[in-house]
């Protein structure tokens, strides 16, 4: 499916978003997203000790790509580098919560990974250059499940999906719920015990920092 962007000139900071921002939140719900939103970026919180979540417990994916712990660059990095940034969008899709539980939820995750990404592309096509996605889940087992390693993570390498994976929140310790609540919405998290008969919803969500 052929997915279009738009071509409007980056507007200056303000302490409004810029009024272009609204053409990239019409451009997440037409790729499908439940709602998308425009954040400042200092409204993102940063936990560390969510970031080691990965590592203790480990995680099934630590150490497996160049998109999750130990190989992005973290929290504190990630602290640093928000300060280059005065605007996010996040988006997300509300889900049946037993898919998350099934076999659809590669599917859920994948399209997550490539919707963000997608928004990414749009935006630097927009004048946003500096824009970058994030998105829940774990690329190789997203993408290169059937792959023995990553090869982002090999010399000479580079990775074999760049245009549909980007790193993984969870290794910079992006709150979630906040972020969330930050957007104005609220997290519906999935229970892995009842969701199948109770039929809830469940929320996923990207970030797309923005300049």
């Not at 900071?13 to 719900?29: F, G, Y």
């Not at 919707?115 to 087992?141: F, H, L, P, S, V």
């Not at 039929?199 to 920092?209: F, K, P, Q, S």
């Amino acid at each position: 499916m052929q997915r279009n962007c738009c071509n409007t000139s980056m507007t200056s900071p303000s302490t409004e978003a810029p009024k272009n921002l609204k053409q990239l939140v019409q451009l997440a719900r037409r790729l499908g997203t439940a709602d998308a939103a425009i954040i400042r970026a200092d409204a993102i919180t940063v936990e560390d000790q969510l970031a080691e979540l990965c590592r203790e417990p480990r995680c099934e994916n630590y150490a497996l790509s160049a998109g999750c712990p130990p190989h992005v660059a973290g929290p504190a990095a990630f602290r640093q580098r928000l300060k280059d940034f005065q605007w996010a969008m996040v988006i997300k899709f509300d889900v049946p919560a037993d898919a998350l539980f099934s076999e659809e939820r590669s599917q859920i995750f994948q399209l997550l990974h490539e919707t963000a990404a997608e928004i990414e592309r749009c935006a630097a096509r927009m004048g946003y250059t500096r824009a970058r996605a994030y998105a829940g889940g774990a690329c190789k087992k997203l993408f290169c499940r059937d792959h023995a390693d990553c090869r982002e993570m090999r010399k000479p390498g580079g990775c074999r999906n760049p245009h549909r994976a980007r790193e993984s929140m969870s290794g910079f310790g992006i709150n979630v719920t906040r972020l969330m609540e930050a957007a104005g919405w609220s997290m519906k998290r999935a229970a892995s015990g009842n969701a199948a008969r109770t039929n809830e919803m469940a929320t996923v969500c990207g970030l797309i920092l923005i300049g």
